[in-house]
């Protein structure tokens, strides 16, 4: 007899992660898309202001995105000078590369996404200051990222 899907714990702990620079988006664009998306009873994951931050990406947050079904990626003009994020982005790509994540959905906020897709702009100047050993596959994650279809603020506002 064949087991039953409803033993079969839910592969997805949350419906969507969001990786975003805080002192850009977080008090304004993530507040109002995180109210958005609960509304809409879409289970998602914003890290507390709380989390301990540390030089390395926490546990808690390498699980959040390990359990999340989509992704979105807020890049602001800070993006890039957060390690943190960079790392969460480097996670992200991996994920959806391994066949976790099943979609990752770019959102350009106030940035053009071709300077987050060849690390131009203020891209280019956050990277210059980082740990070298990381910088390769951090350009490559956010270049991936970049070149996924996504939304430019902008553009929204403008439409």
């Known amino acids: 007899m064949a087991a039953s899907s409803s033993s079969t714990p839910p592969r997805w702990v949350y ?20 109210e ?13 202001e709380n989390l301990e931050r540390g030089s390395s990406i926490s546990p808690e947050l390498l699980k959040a995105i390990e359990g999340s079904r989509f992704a979105i990626v807020i890049f602001s003009q800070n993006y ?12 992200i790509i991996e994920c959806k590369n ?8 770019p959102v350009f906020y106030h940035v053009d996404p071709s300077d987050v897709r060849k690390q131009t702009g203020s891209f280019a100047k956050a990277l210059e200051y980082h740990d070298r ?3 390769s596959s951090w350009r490559q ?11 430019d603020v902008k553009t929204l506002a403008n439409g």
């Open 98 to 105: 391994l066949g976790g994540l099943t979609t990752v959905l």
């Open 133 to 135: 050993s990381k910088v």
């Open 80 to 91: 890039a000078s957060s390690s943190w994020c960079l790392d969460e982005l480097v996670k």
């Open 36 to 48: 958005a998306l609960v509304a809409r009873n879409i289970h998602t994951f914003k890290d507390d």
């Open 15 to 34: 419906d969507v992660f969001l990786s975003f620079r805080g002192e850009d988006t977080r008090k304004n664009f993530v507040d109002h898309l995180y």
């Open 141 to 151: 994650a956010l270049t991936e990222a970049a070149n996924t279809s996504g939304w």
